[in-house]
T-cell receptor, first 119, second 114 residues
Framework: GAVVSQHPSRVICKSGTSVKIECRSLDFQATTMFWYRQFPKKSLMLMATSNEGSKATYEQGVEKDKFLINHASLTLSTLTVTSAHPEDSSFYIC???????????????FGQGTRLTVV | AQTVTQSQPEMSVQEAETVTLSCTYDTSENNYYLFWYKQPPSRQMILVIRQEAYKQQNATENRFSVNFQKAAKSFSLKISDSQLGDTAMYFCAFGTSGTYKYIFGTGTRLKVLA
């Protein structure tokens, strides 16, 4: 299947700083990328949908000013956690799908995730 | 709004045996897809199998098969000849063709015993 690379895989940052997570589709053009958050032993919660060249659509309860999403190209979306707090510590996963194909039958491919620890 | 429910937080199965993981969902959509994803300790999400709602035939992928009951909104995963490498979290997911967003269940932790 197609490859989605997420970087970094682990990051530790100090409270109050910002951290950027990258999600790249390596061998396909991703018109849509999704950002999920996963708490320990919990399910994946969709945070936002990122469409190339337009503003991200955030799910209810997700602070768009805190979790900045940029999808500037067909192969890269970034999630920036601004003014990070310890409660932002979590596992963040991106997925990407190609817009070229029939509907949702085009599979969404997941990155390997980023473990963020805010100290 | 769509919901996905996995009622089995944890399950175990002996190696080479068969196990079935349950999933139910709720939706008013008519055109949608259902997925089972595996998340091993590495946390990488791996697609196990997918089912298009408009297809009556149950999907199969080698040792993995589903029992899709559309009227009952049920989508169970059967793993045959379980292997130690099948030990992982398994998530059931729902996706609509309009939004392309996936809604995940809470997961079932499967442990295959030697």
């Amino acid at each position: 299947g197609a490859v989605v690379s997420q970087h970094p895989s682990r990051v530790i940052c100090k409270s109050g700083t910002s951290v950027k997570i990258e999600c790249r589709s390596l061998d396909f053009q991703a018109t849509t990328m999704f950002w999920y958050r996963q708490f320990p032993k919990k399910s994946l919660m969709l945070m936002a949908t990122s469409n190339e060249g337009s503003k991200a659509t955030y799910e209810q309860g997700v602070e768009k000013d805190k979790f900045l999403i940029n999808h500037a190209s067909l192969t890269l979306s970034t999630l920036t956690v601004t003014s990070a707090h310890p409660e932002d510590s979590s596992f963040y996963i991106c997925s990407a799908r190609s817009g070229y194909g029939a509907g949702l039958n085009t599979e969404a491919f997941f990155g390997q995730g980023t473990r963020l620890t805010v100290v | 709004a769509q919901t996905v429910t996995q009622s089995q937080p944890e399950m175990s199965v002996q190696e080479a045996e068969t196990v079935t993981l349950s999933c139910t969902y709720d939706t008013s959509e008519n055109n949608y897809y259902l997925f089972w994803y595996k998340q091993p300790p590495s946390r990488q999400m791996i697609l196990v199998i997918r089912q298009e709602a408009y297809k009556q035939q149950n999907a199969t992928e080698n040792r993995f098969s589903v029992n899709f009951q559309k009227a009952a909104k049920s989508f169970s995963l059967k793993i045959s000849d379980s292997q130690l490498g099948d030990t992982a979290m398994y998530f059931c997911a729902f996706g609509t063709s309009g939004t392309y967003k996936y809604i995940f269940g809470t997961g079932t932790r499967l442990k295959v015993l030697a």
